[in-house]
């Protein structure tokens, strides 16, 4: 039995190629990143008669992806301005935006109706769905393709409308005439 030694092993051509393979995979095991986590927001929109308020988020994409849930709190009257809340992406020009909108109309007052809006106005026909608030809360999602394909969901309703096309450069909470509260809200874009 020959004894070699360990640095006479390492020499040789093959067991350097497997070492370096192995602190290839090493290295390449060490910088891969965790998977996404998609953040979630929150947002208590709360403002009195005829006042309004929004959260905005920045998106860089072709196509926006919202989801989450609102509910009604408490709906306030005013002679010019209905309760609603929005969920709106929005282009460079803010002329240019697509989304949802929750409406509280004084001659149903214990429904909210939910509408597909464009920029301009009303698309899809009558209200999605309407549904009761109270002790509600409304799960919705929003997608918007870089072709204009339009799909909103809420509650048991969903439809698909086409609108212009546009550049995405915001995701748009807001509200008015009353308390709003979103919840679990995600945004995911697609390049």
């Keep these: 039995m020959s004894l070699r030694r360990s640095s006479d092993m390492v020499t040789r051509p093959g067991v350097l190629r497997l070492i370096a393979l192995l ?3 090493l290295l390449a095991a060490c910088v891969t990143r965790p998977p996404r986590q998609t953040e979630t927001y929150y947002f208590d929109c709360d ?7 929004e959260w905005n988020r920045t998106v860089k994409g072709s196509e926006v992806h919202v989801s989450g849930t609102i509910e009604l709190i408490e709906p306030r009257r005013d002679p010019t301005w209905r309760p609603v809340a929005n969920v709106f992406v929005t282009g460079k020009d803010p002329s240019f935006y697509a989304g949802l909108r929750l409406t509280v109309d004084w001659d149903s007052p214990d429904s909210v109706h939910v509408s597909l809006i464009g920029s301009t106005g009303a698309v899809g026909g009558d209200a999605l769905i309407s549904l009761p608030w109270r002790g509600e809360t409304i799960p919705f999602s929003l997608v918007l393709t870089h072709s204009g394909d ?4 809420a509650g048991d309703g969903s439809r698909a409308v086409h609108v212009s096309p546009f ?3 915001n995701v748009r909470l ?11 809200v995600s945004v995911d874009v697609s390049k």
């Design 150 to 153: 339009l799909t909103v969901r």
């Design 23 to 25: 602190a290839a995979l």
């Design 47 to 53: 403002v009195p008669e005829g006042r309004f308020a």
């Design 174 to 184: 807001s509200c008015s005439t009353g308390q709003f509260k979103y919840r679990d």
């Design 167 to 169: 550049e995405p450069q």
